[in-house]
């Protein structure tokens, strides 16, 4: 069974940086595309970052320029920089990844960012 783990989050100040990690256990595959997903409270998940095996990604526009992934392909693991950040970033960052046709998820990591 794939698991996926979360870890980095926290509380931070408006403008502050934070590195969240996910690392994928359960399988000697590799994972295929991974990404970070967030949920703000009282909104719906959506997405922050997805990158592909052979390092393609894509951005939602609001963290554009902000925000870096990146993936470790050896360790089943992938990362999110999040530099300046905004109080509009605070939410649960959910790590996902793809096996097979089947989506895995995260239990999610909460980041805070204050003013």
């Known amino acids: 069974q794939v698991q996926l783990v979360e870890s980095g989050g926290g509380l931070v100040q408006a403008g502050g940086s934070l590195r969240l990690s996910c690392a994928a256990s359960g399988t000697i595959l590799r994972i295929d595309a991974m990404g970070w997903y967030r949920q703000a409270p009282g909104k719906q998940r959506e997405l922050v970052a997805t990158i592909t095996t052979g390092g393609i990604t894509n951005y939602a526009d609001s963290v554009k320029g902000r925000f870096a ?22 939410a649960v960052y959910y790590c996902n990844g793809n096996l097979w046709g089947v989506s895995y998820w995260g239990k999610g990591t909460l980041v805070t960012v204050s003013l």
């Open 69 to 90: 992934i990146s993936r470790d392909n050896a360790k089943n693991t992938v990362y999110l920089q999040m530099n300046s950040l905004k109080p509009d970033d605070t």
